[in-house]
């Protein structure tokens, strides 16, 4: 299997542990923002390129803004020219 994207690694991280404090498991989020079990779980595990579309939905089912999201995301430094 291919290394995940270290992005999506984080913003996964965040999704699940923002889940977690808020009492959900993964079945009771899918079913607040109207996506399935099997892809908030992908999106856990950095298994999918969540859109920008899905993660709206995920981010208004937990409480949360776009902002707060892409935020937990470490910056890349930019490369030395």
Wanted: glycine content about 8%; overall charge positive.
């Amino acid at each position: 299997m291919a290394s995940k994207d270290p992005m999506l690694r984080h913003l996964g991280d965040f999704l699940r542990k923002t889940r977690e404090e808020a009492g959900w498991s993964q079945e009771d989020l899918a079913y607040e923002c109207g996506l399935h079990r099997t892809y908030i779980g992908g999106v856990e595990r950095a298994e999918y390129n969540v859109t920008l579309l899905s993660l709206r939905k995920i981010t208004d089912a937990l409480g949360i803004t776009l902002v707060d999201a892409i935020s937990s995301i470490p910056q890349r430094k930019p490369r030395s020219r």
